[in-house]
């Protein structure tokens, strides 16, 4: 990913990404590191090299953050409605809709199969 295709999708998402090799190793998709031997990361080599352990950690962070962002701007909801909420919230059916609202999809590296396949969308 180059530098140009982080600064706008900051910009997209209005946050500045204080270690841009995670943004980018979190937006490579299984199928384009299987394709490349390994990704080179923050001066050490990730075998790994997809989003797939970010995802799971991603998604507790996701799941705090908005925990304590609908606790702090809904005193008044009960602790089942705040569940439902968050359960919407967190949802991948909501998280897709953001995600295409947003064109996150331009951003992934995908790997040649997935791209034929429609994987962007």
Same mark, same amino acid.
């Given at each position: 990913?180059?530098?140009?295709?982080?600064?706008?999708?900051?910009?997209?998402?209005?946050?500045?990404?204080?270690? @841009?090799?995670?943004?980018?190793?979190?937006?490579?998709?299984?199928?384009?590191?299987? +394709?490349? +031997?390994?990704?080179?990361?923050?001066?050490?080599?990730?075998?790994?090299?997809?989003? +797939?352990?970010?995802?799971? %950690?991603?998604?507790?962070? %996701?799941?705090?953050?908005?925990?304590?962002?609908?606790?702090?701007? %809904? @005193?008044?909801?009960?602790?089942?409605?705040?569940?439902?909420?968050?359960?919407?919230?967190?949802?991948?059916?909501?998280?897709?809709?953001?995600?295409?609202?947003?064109?996150?999809?331009?951003?992934?590296? %995908?790997?040649?199969?997935?791209?034929?396949?429609?994987?962007?969308?």
């Amino acid at each position: 990913m180059k530098a140009g295709e982080i600064a706008a999708l900051e910009s997209v998402l209005g946050y500045h990404f204080k270690r @841009p090799e995670l943004i980018e190793l979190a937006l490579t998709h299984t199928s384009d590191a299987r +394709e490349r +031997e390994a990704v080179r990361a923050s001066e050490i080599l990730i075998r790994v090299g997809d989003n +797939e352990q970010l995802e799971f %950690l991603g998604d507790a962070v %996701l799941g705090l953050v908005t925990s304590e962002e609908l606790f702090q701007r %809904l @005193p008044d909801f009960r602790e089942g409605q705040l569940s439902k909420l968050r359960a919407h919230l967190v949802s991948e059916r909501h998280l897709i809709r953001v995600a295409q609202q947003l064109d996150l999809g331009h951003y992934l590296r %995908l790997g040649r199969g997935e791209e034929k396949s429609g994987g962007r969308s």
